[in-house]
């Protein structure tokens, strides 16, 4: 990825984009030279927003940011049955948009995400990097139960320094809406089986990316995912959390232009 500085807006455009199945996917786009994929994960697109605008404006780079259906209320079709039926979903988007040398960067269940993406083998697909992704399963190393907590303590769990933890808005006290949407994508144990095998299929450069105080799915379960996919490189990143883009947002843009252009 080019380390340029551009100048000028990255003001998103926003639309829904329809899509065959009755799916539709509601998009931010931030429109550069080379596209950008941004998963977001369980917390909803809101996590993502604000690095989205950043690498926008910090790159010469396109950066799409899609809300995963069903999730601030966006409609879901009676297609997205799973977390492989919404990867086709989104390589129907990049075909809708005839996008190439896409970079499919996802965190947390848009990390469990992106590895189904390039599991696809699409040739619009150019490289994928996992930040703090879910979805295997690491003896010794589970992924902490978020399903009955409120988003508060999830973010207690999500960061270095809880300080830096945006404060939710009023009345969430229960279980958050979009964790309630996940659910309805992963399961209830937020993990596939048949995951961490079937990565060693993913034959696109990939990079895992992992906050080194991530107390949801901590950095021995990120060397785990690493070691799945062939060739795959892995980076700690200090005195971060399970939201990099988040809560050290430069350190994140930092290790993306760390990892160059391939």
Known sequence: ??????????????????????????????????????????????????????????????????????????????ALTGVAALARAYLALLERLDLADVTVLGNSFGGWLAAEIALQASPRVGRVILVDGIGIDVPGHPMTDVSGMSTAEIRTYSFHDPRRAPTPPAGTAGPSPDVRALIGYTGPAMADPTLAGRLAGIDVPAHVLWGASDRIVDPEYGKALAAAIPAATFTLLPSTGHLPQLETPELLLGALLNLGDE
């Open 1 to 78: 990825m080019s380390s340029s500085i551009t100048t000028g807006s990255a003001r998103p455009t926003r639309h829904a984009v329809p899509l065959d199945d009755g799916v539709e996917i509601t998009l931010q786009d931030r429109d550069r030279s080379r596209p950008f994929l941004l998963l977001h994960g369980g917390g909803g697109v809101a996590t993502m927003a604000g690095f989205a605008d950043l690498l926008a404006e910090r790159t010469r780079t396109r950066v799409l940011l899609p809300t995963h259906p069903g999730f601030a209320g966006t409609p879901k079709a009676p």
